[in-house]
């Protein structure tokens, strides 16, 4: 069973979402999912945009309450830790703890405002992978972030495999951000879900993106269906 004691809900923010997957003005006219989307703001604020995103995590079983009280509960565990591992970032964008820590609160704080009605408009719904709800092609693009390759030990090669064969049944083109596991390497399943996905027909590419703060993590996979 998924308990809310396992997760670390960390959330990025629009801006960044923006720069891990190189999104285009054509982009954001696509029907997006956010796969693992968690406390992200990029749902929230892609919406007020006028954004088409569903985002799909299985916290979303959880109330705005219970997630409120796992954030405050985590965060300095959280911080403390970046600031053990601080030369595995690049405090560029980002300057330093103080500034990382308001950015993600702030990211945080516009996912619980939002969480509710976003919940009624099925702008949130909880699922998991390698299992998504959703019909073939439901979307034009989906979006990974900060969990697939990053948690390269935990999740294992099976349910990389099967999770990237899912997001590719659900939408016609996937990006995933980072490629690096949690220790700076990349993820040996970057070469091994490319491979899968170029067998059943796509194109697989490693692009550089205009972000970076996870030392090294330039790079995100696009996978597109190929034409026809
Ligand atoms: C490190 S957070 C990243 C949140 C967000 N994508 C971001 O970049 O700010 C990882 C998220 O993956 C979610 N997650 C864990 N296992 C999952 C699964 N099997 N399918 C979808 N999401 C999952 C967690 O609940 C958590 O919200």
């Excluded at 500034?99 to 099925?122: C, H, N, S, V, Y």
Aim: glycine share 6%; net charge neutral.
């Amino acid at each position: 069973m998924f308990t809310l004691d396992q997760v670390v809900p960390w959330g990025r923010s629009f801006d960044e979402y923006q720069r891990m997957f190189a999104l285009s003005e054509a982009d954001l006219r696509r029907r997006i999912l956010g796969c693992g989307d968690g406390p992200a703001s990029f749902n929230a604020e892609a919406t007020r945009r006028g954004v088409r995103v569903t985002s799909c995590d299985p916290v979303y079983q959880f109330t705005p309450a219970q997630l409120r009280a796992r954030i405050d509960a985590t965060r300095n565990d959280v911080i403390e830790q970046t600031r053990r591992n601080v030369h595995e970032f690049v405090w560029t964008a980002i300057p330093s703890l103080e500034a990382l820590e308001r950015m993600r609160m702030a990211a945080m704080t516009e996912f619980l405002g939002d969480f509710p009605a976003g919940k009624i408009d099925a702008r949130y719904v909880e699922a998991a992978l390698p299992s998504l709800p959703f019909a073939d092609r439901a979307f034009d693009l989906a979006l990974c972030s900060h969990l697939l390759f990053l948690y390269t030990v935990q999740l294992g090669e099976a349910l990389h495999r099967a999770a990237v064969r899912e997001l590719c049944r659900v939408a016609d083109e996937v990006r995933v951000f980072p490629l690096l596991a949690l220790g700076g390497e990349r993820s040996p399943f970057v070469a091994v879900v490319a491979a899968d996905a170029q067998a059943t027909g796509m194109v697989a590419s490693i692009e550089n993106v205009p972000y970076e703060f996870q030392r090294g993590a330039r790079e995100m996979l696009r996978l597109t269906r190929a034409a026809g």
